[in-house]
């Protein structure tokens, strides 16, 4: 997934602004939330992914990836 990591941030779909955590540190703005359609194992997944915004109005793009597989 590692190698695939820029066509996922590519063709990511912006979904939502996330409000922060209360265990968040005092700087942290919020979290931009995407999702992207991805072929796991031969298998279509719905991986979803955040990065953090802070209040120095840079980006951190410390993936928090999360995949959801339907059952």
């Known amino acids: 997934m590692i ?3 820029d066509k ?8 939502n ?3 922060p ?3 968040d540190a005092k700087y942290v703005v919020g979290y931009l939330n ?3 359609k991805v ?8 991986l979803r992914y955040s990065i953090q915004l802070r209040n ?9 990836i999360n995949i959801y597989r339907k059952k």
């Open 8 to 15: 996922i941030v590519k063709y990511g779909e912006f979904t």
């Open 17 to 19: 602004f996330g409000s």
């Open 21 to 23: 955590k209360p265990s």
């Open 39 to 46: 072929i796991i194992d031969n298998k279509p997944e719905l």
């Open 56 to 64: 120095d109005g840079k980006f951190y793009y410390s993936f928090d």
């Open 34 to 36: 995407f999702k992207c």
């Open 3 to 5: 190698s695939g990591l």
